[in-house]
Nanobody, 126 residues
Framework: QVQLVESGGGLVQAGGSLRLSCAAS????????MGWFRQAPGKEREFVAA????????YYADSVTGRFTISRESRNVTVYLQINSLKPGDTAAYYC???????????????????WGKGTQVTVSS
C-alpha cells in the first residue's frame, strides 16, 4: 500500500501564491507518475498537472498552464505544485495521486491512478 499526504493549502487573496506538497510513503518502489487533481464544490474532480517519475515528462491542464508548476523530489517521493496568480476559480480541494505502473502511459484521467491522498483545501478570496 501507498499513503499520500498533501499539505500547503490555505486561504489566500486573488493574485497570491501557494506551494502544495505531497509526500508518498509505504510501497513506493514502483512509481510511474504522480499527479494533482482538484475538485470544486458541485463539480467533478479534474486533472491539473502530472509528472512522470523517470523521464520527468510534465503535463498540465489548459486552464492552469503558465500559472501552475509541478515538480518532484525523487529521493523522498514527493511532488510539489507551485500555484501563482491565484484566481477565485482555483478554489477547490486539491488531491495528489500516484500511478504505480506505466500501463497505457496516460496520466490525465482519474482512472489512471492507483492511490489518492485525502486532499488539501485551497480557497482564494477576491
Amino acid at each position: 500500500q501507498v499513503q499520500l499526504v498533501e499539505s500547503g493549502g490555505g486561504l489566500v487573496q486573488a493574485g497570491g501564491s501557494l506551494r502544495l506538497s505531497c509526500a508518498a510513503s509505504g510501497r513506493t518502489f514502483s512509481v510511474y507518475a504522480m499527479g494533482w487533481f482538484r475538485q470544486a464544490p458541485g463539480k467533478e474532480r479534474e486533472f491539473v498537472a502530472a509528472i512522470t517519475w523517470s523521464g520527468g515528462n510534465i503535463y498540465y491542464a489548459d486552464s492552469v498552464t503558465g500559472r501552475f508548476t509541478i515538480s518532484r523530489e525523487s529521493r523522498n517521493v514527493t511532488v510539489y505544485l507551485q500555484i501563482n496568480s491565484l484566481k477565485p476559480g482555483d478554489t477547490a480541494a486539491y488531491y495528489c495521486a500516484l500511478k504505480a505502473r506505466a500501463g497505457w502511459r496516460t496520466v490525465r484521467g482519474r482512472g489512471d491512478y492507483d492511490y489518492w491522498g485525502k486532499g488539501t483545501q485551497v480557497t482564494v478570496s477576491s
